[in-house]
């Protein structure tokens, strides 16, 4: 029974940091974080191999987010720095056993998914 609960959501001022983190069953192959704002399809943010810890970044957040996980724990973090207005959205968490490279951000290559925290990013 795979399980993922993400929490560290918060309203912050631009130009602030949250963390959040993402409590899984298990750590699989492939952790993402995925984020929607409302009206918005769901993109992917960052993505890491369990294993190996390489991670991935959409090119919005590059250079701003970092993706870890702790394996003694099964957690997985979003360091999230120098917030804008524009990451304002639900943040997700979610896992796949197997994924194509094609698919490291998108949607369709994973198959479990938290429930989502808040990230709310003011002027």
């Known amino acids: 029974q795979m399980q993922l609960v993400e929490s560290g959501g918060d309203s912050v001022q631009a130009g602030g940091s949250l963390r959040l983190s993402c409590a899984a069953s298990?750590?699989?192959?492939?952790m993402a974080w995925f984020r929607q704002a409302p009206g918005n399809e769901r993109e992917g943010v960052a993505a890491i191999y369990s294993i190996s810890g390489s991670t991935i970044y959409a090119d919005s957040v590059k250079g701003r987010f970092t993706i870890s996980r702790d394996t003694a724990t099964n957690t997985v973090y979003l360091q999230m720095d120098n917030l804008k207005p524009e990451d304002s959205a639900i943040y997700y968490c979610a896992a796949a056993a197997h994924i194509s490279p094609r698919q490291h951000l998108e949607q369709a290559g994973y198959t479990f998914w938290g429930q989502g925290t808040q990230v709310t990013v003011s002027s």
């Open positions: 298990q750590l699989r192959y492939i």
